[in-house]
């Protein structure tokens, strides 16, 4: 067996990669019986498969994507679509405006004087977003899977916020002045619900929007029903009880899809919201009939760990796949503190990159050993401020663009990369158990029997370990505040 180490770690804000070929011994030659410091691998016992890795193509993303030389356009889709590069397949794409959009915007302006939605066109998708999407799929080194999703309703068609139901239970008051909201009238922001006499109309509009993507060559193969189902923000958001998603879903999209040929096309997902709530609102969705009109659960990371929650819903509903369709650092590249806001005692540049990378492969590591097959990352880039959007503050990304058309990884995408680029689509992952928790551990077999482990150290201090597997041992180091991938590939 050969063994490669990939180690990376971060020095003043940029990540250094070393690779290493490790030895492998017999455990029989062992001078004694090998029990501590122990972590053993089992090939032969599989679970999920794992089907690949992605991010987000916003209109900011677009429109970034735009402002790049033409020779940093190339270099960009190879590092992340490249057979070198990321191996990126999944890209997650929104429908009609949201918050990474440079303006709010929607596909009929108007759908109360054209309640037969003839003036629909995604002209708009059209300027930013569809030309980087082709040219990535002019080049990608593995086939596309397009994740299409809805922020909110035509405003016309919504009830105005409701003042008791914002978005601080979840995300906590954002920092800076508070935003003025118009409690009186509709709007594609600040929440509202979508009036239930538009539940079918908004399910054509859906069914055309996806359509519209499909005529434009993009290989549309899932939609979630709703971004952020219970997220009354600022931008662009509709709220969904379990129930009304549950009536919309049986009564009105799940028909409309049917007759217009979709759903042989086209998986739906149900939630994409935060994890720690994914179970209960599932199963306010699922039933024995509706169950069998979708094919899995999207979700966030921004409520913390609860990868249990996970597994509790795979428990549930073990026949659905468990995607994550969003995550991000909350702040600007280069800056601390919620949204760009500076906190006192706020880390530095250099020790707020390295935790969003860490953060990243702990999630990704977590959400793995617990069910997860398809991960998708928000935006695939940013400016430095965190946008541009047309609503206040500004979050992360692996990548951030600079204003003289170039752009500048962060450490976070080499984390990413320690998954990416070896846990290969149709992988699956396998079974192992580990001596301590001081690292985090996540295995995988790829489809022509290569193994994959991945450990990443968010601690200061180095940790070793020797792998038991088939009789073999293999021994490795994880420095503190390191990730680490091993492939290892029958000779």
Same mark, same amino acid.
């Not at 930013?128 to 080194?141: E, I, Q, R, W």
């Not at 919504?158 to 003042?163: L, S, V």
């Given at each position: 067996?050969?063994?490669?180490?990939?180690?990376?770690?971060?020095?003043?804000?940029?990540?250094?990669?070393?690779?290493?070929?490790?030895?492998?011994?017999?455990?029989?030659?062992?001078?004694?019986?090998?029990?501590?410091?122990?972590?053993?691998?089992?090939? %032969?016992?599989?679970?999920?498969?794992?089907?690949?890795?992605?991010?987000?193509?916003?209109?900011?993303?677009?429109?970034?994507?735009?402002?790049?030389?033409?020779?940093?356009?190339?270099?960009?889709?190879?590092?992340?679509?490249?057979?070198?590069?990321?191996?990126?397949?999944?890209?997650?794409?929104?429908?009609?405006?949201?918050?990474?959009?440079? %303006?709010?915007?929607?596909?009929?302006?108007?759908?109360?004087?054209?309640?037969?939605?003839?003036?629909?066109?995604?002209?708009?998708?059209?300027?930013?977003?569809?030309?980087?999407?082709?040219? &990535?799929?002019?080049?990608?080194?593995?086939?596309?899977?397009?994740?299409?999703?809805?922020?909110?309703? /035509?405003?016309?068609?919504?009830?105005?916020?409701?003042?008791?139901?914002?978005?601080?239970?979840?995300?906590?008051?954002?920092?800076?002045? *508070?935003?003025?909201?118009?409690?009186?009238? /509709?709007?594609?922001?600040?929440?509202?619900?979508?009036?239930?006499?538009?539940?079918?109309?908004?399910?054509?509009?859906?069914?055309?929007?996806?359509?519209?993507?499909?005529?434009?060559?993009?290989?549309?193969?899932?939609?979630?029903?709703?971004?952020?189902?219970?997220?009354?923000?600022?931008?662009?958001?509709?709220?969904?009880?379990?129930?009304?998603?549950?009536?919309?879903?049986?009564?009105?999209?799940?028909?409309?899809?049917?007759?217009?040929?979709?759903?042989?096309?086209?998986?739906?997902?149900?939630?994409?919201?935060?994890?720690?709530?994914?179970?209960?609102?599932?199963?306010?969705?699922?039933?024995?009939?509706?169950?069998?009109?979708?094919?899995?659960?999207?979700?966030?990371?921004?409520?913390?760990?609860?990868?249990?929650?996970?597994?509790?819903?795979? %428990?549930?509903?073990?026949?659905?796949?468990?995607?994550?369709? %969003?995550?991000? *650092?909350?702040?600007?590249?280069?800056?601390?503190?919620?949204?760009?806001?500076?906190?006192?005692?706020? *880390?530095?540049?250099?020790?707020?990159?390295?935790?969003?990378?860490?953060?990243? &492969?702990?999630?990704?590591?977590?959400?793995?050993?617990?069910?997860?097959?398809?991960?998708?990352?928000?935006?695939?880039?940013?400016?430095?401020? #965190?946008?541009?959007?047309?609503? *206040?503050? #500004?979050?992360?990304?692996?990548?951030?663009?600079?204003?003289?058309?170039?752009?500048?990884?962060?450490?976070?995408?080499?984390?990413?990369?320690?998954?990416?680029?070896?846990?290969?689509? #149709?992988?699956?992952?396998?079974?192992?158990?580990?001596?301590?928790?001081?690292?985090?551990?996540?295995?995988?077999?790829?489809?022509?029997?290569?193994?994959?482990?991945?450990?990443?150290?968010?601690?200061?201090?180095?940790?070793?370990?020797?792998?038991?597997?088939?009789?073999?041992?293999?021994?490795?180091?994880?420095?503190?505040?390191?990730?680490?991938?091993?492939?290892?590939?029958?000779?």
């Amino acid at each position: 067996m050969k063994v490669k180490q990939r180690i990376t770690y971060a020095v003043n804000s940029k990540a250094v990669t070393e690779e290493r070929m490790l030895p492998v011994t017999l455990e029989a030659d062992e001078p004694r019986h090998l029990e501590s410091g122990v972590i053993n691998v089992y090939p %032969e016992l599989q679970y999920q498969e794992i089907e690949g890795f992605g991010g987000a193509i916003t209109d900011t993303v677009g429109y970034l994507y735009s402002t790049l030389k033409k020779r940093e356009k190339k270099r960009f889709l190879e590092d992340y679509f490249g057979l070198d590069g990321q191996h990126y397949r999944f890209i997650r794409m929104h429908m009609d405006s949201c918050d990474y959009s440079l %303006e709010e915007y929607q596909a009929v302006k108007d759908p109360i004087a054209d309640p037969d939605l003839a003036t629909f066109t995604i002209k708009r998708d059209r300027k930013y977003m569809l030309p980087m999407l082709k040219d &990535a799929m002019a080049m990608t080194a593995l086939p596309f899977s397009v994740l299409l999703s809805p922020w909110s309703p /035509p405003w016309q068609w919504k009830t105005p916020p409701e003042r008791p139901k914002n978005d601080g239970a979840v995300y906590g008051e954002l920092p800076g002045k *508070p935003q003025e909201v118009d409690y009186e009238n /509709p709007s594609r922001c600040n929440g509202g619900s979508l009036k239930k006499e538009y539940y079918g109309s908004w399910a054509r509009y859906l069914a055309k929007y996806v359509q519209a993507y499909l005529d434009e060559g993009v290989p549309v193969t899932m939609m979630t029903l709703q971004n952020e189902s219970i997220a009354a923000t600022n931008w662009d958001s509709c709220i969904w009880t379990p129930e009304d998603q549950k009536e919309f879903l049986r009564d009105h999209l799940y028909p409309t899809f049917k007759e217009a040929g979709l759903l042989s096309k086209v998986g739906l997902y149900i939630w994409d919201h935060n994890k720690e709530r994914v179970a209960e609102y599932a199963s306010g969705v699922l039933d024995e009939e509706t169950i069998n009109m979708v094919e899995g659960i999207a979700f966030h990371w921004y409520s913390g760990d609860h990868f249990e929650a996970l597994s509790i819903a795979h %428990e549930l509903f073990p026949e659905l796949k468990l995607i994550l369709s %969003e995550c991000c *650092p909350l702040h600007a590249p280069g800056k601390t503190g919620m949204g760009g806001f500076t906190f006192p005692g706020a *880390p530095s540049v250099a020790e707020v990159d390295l935790a969003d990378a860490a953060a990243y &492969a702990h999630d990704i590591i977590g959400n793995l050993n617990h069910g997860m097959s398809r991960w998708i990352d928000w935006n695939l880039c940013v400016d430095k401020d #965190g946008g541009p959007r047309h609503v *206040p503050m #500004g979050f992360g990304a692996p990548v951030c663009v600079n204003p003289d058309g170039t752009y500048r990884k962060l450490v976070l995408f080499d984390y990413v990369g320690h998954f990416s680029k070896f846990i290969l689509p #149709g992988a699956r992952r396998i079974a192992f158990s580990r001596c301590d928790d001081k690292v985090d551990v996540t295995a995988a077999m790829n489809r022509d029997g290569s193994i994959v482990l991945v450990a990443l150290n968010r601690a200061p201090k180095d940790a070793s370990y020797a792998i038991r597997m088939d009789g073999q041992v293999i021994r490795f180091d994880v420095p503190g505040n390191t990730i680490t991938t091993l492939y290892m590939v029958e000779e």
